[in-house]
Nanobody, 123 residues
Framework: QVQLVESGGGLVQAGGSLRLSCAAS????????VGWFRQAPGKEREFVAA????????IYADSVKGRFTISRDNAKNMVYLQMNSLKPEDTAVYFC????????????????WGQGTQVTVSS
């Protein structure tokens, strides 16, 4: 079992930045790939970014590439999502999830999920 808690969401103006955090506890966190996802009202959950426990490099959705950066600190059991140049269309609830497979995360599958944190970008 892995417990995940997201934080760092909030209200920001377009063009601004936020850093989301995902704190993990439970089973050995470093064995898992970690992903960020988002879900806007009335829309399906969408893949945002994912990072393996070591290689390969992180992967990103085209909609956030060049603006968002995912990173992890295995010593602290933390994963971060730095979001820059935010747009109103980035407004959503953001979730982190873990899975042994980076490929499965890309397909929006995760063994464990957090409860989410709201990000609202005003125009």
């Amino acid at each position: 079992q892995v417990q995940l808690v997201e934080s760092g969401g909030g209200l920001v103006q377009a063009g601004g930045s936020l850093r989301l955090s995902c704190a993990a506890s439970g089973r050995t966190f470093s064995n898992y790939a970690v992903g960020w996802f988002r879900q806007a009202p009335g829309k399906e959950r969408e893949f945002v970014a994912a990072i393996g426990w070591s290689d390969p490099p992180p992967i990103y959705a085209d909609s956030v590439k060049g603006r968002f950066t995912i990173s992890r600190d295995n010593a602290k059991n933390m994963v971060y999502l730095q979001m820059n140049s935010l747009k109103p269309e980035d407004t959503a609830v953001y979730f982190c999830a873990v899975d042994p497979s980076l490929v499965r995360l890309r397909m929006r599958h995760g063994d464990y999920w957090g409860q989410g944190t709201q990000v609202t970008v005003s125009s």
